[in-house]
């Protein structure tokens, strides 16, 4: 049997046009909300056909990086392909799905961050936890973005860009989760305490508690989804 060779392949131009699109999209020229150029525009700046165009901004509707509106044009929906297919799927999921993958991503990390963190990354976790528990007095929207925003400092920390890329792409289904349960004030005490016994953890470099901690404080916040979520039931 004759030695099987490789498979040439030649992008197409609606291939090559999508992928000026995404690069055009990454680099923020066509900015998350914004509507892109006519198809009329686009036919002159990438001088190909219209049915190219179209071709190529299918591909880009079916991946979530845009969405097509019929009568108003087509707007960026995304900023990457993984965003995209994260949000779809992240918005027709249970909230415990979501958290059980935030207990994943949060519990893994928090050990990372404890092998990396240097002293001024201690003093900055710090800063980002003095200003949660100010925000508590401002509302309980600030006060679950500053929540989100120290724990995607803790998962930066582990030096692993693709897990604090899913973790931003899941920032809105986690919002959605968490801001209702921030108006629990009996959970404020317990909250505090385990934010510093991680901050505490990660400053010893102890791997094996930061984790612990990570993971009592996602509990923490199962627990409270789940009892909020039986009384509204109810």
């Given at each position: ?74 707007y960026v929906m995304s900023s990457s392909e993984l965003r995209g297919a994260l949000m779809r799927r992240s918005a027709t999921s249970p909230a415990e799905d979501v958290l059980a993958l935030r207990f994943l991503l949060e519990e893994y990390a ?125």
């Open positions: 049997m004759s030695e099987l060779s490789p498979l040439e392949r030649r992008s197409t131009l609606s291939e090559r046009a999508a992928d000026r699109m995404r690069a055009l999209i990454a680099s923020g020229q066509w900015p998350v909300g914004g509507r892109i150029p006519s198809e009329h525009e686009l036919v002159d700046h990438f001088d190909v056909s219209r049915n190219t165009v179209r071709e190529a901004v299918r591909a880009l509707v079916h991946t979530g990086l845009l969405e097509a509106r019929v009568g108003d044009g087509t928090a050990g990372e961050a404890a092998r990396y963190a240097m002293p001024e990354d201690v003093r900055r976790l710090e800063e980002l936890l003095d200003a949660v528990s100010r925000s508590r007095a401002i509302s309980v929207e600030e006060y679950a973005e500053r929540d989100l925003e120290f724990h995607r400092e803790v998962i930066a920390l582990g030096r692993n860009s693709l897990l604090v890329e899913i973790y931003d792409h899941l920032e809105a289904a986690l919002m959605d989760v968490v801001t209702p349960l921030m108006i629990i004030e009996s959970s404020d005490a317990e909250h505090e305490r385990l934010h510093r016994e991680l901050v505490g953890a990660i400053a010893a470099r102890d791997e094996v508690q930061a984790r612990h901690a990570s993971s009592l404080l996602v509990a923490l916040t199962r627990r409270l989804h789940k009892n909020h979520t039986s009384k509204e039931e109810h």
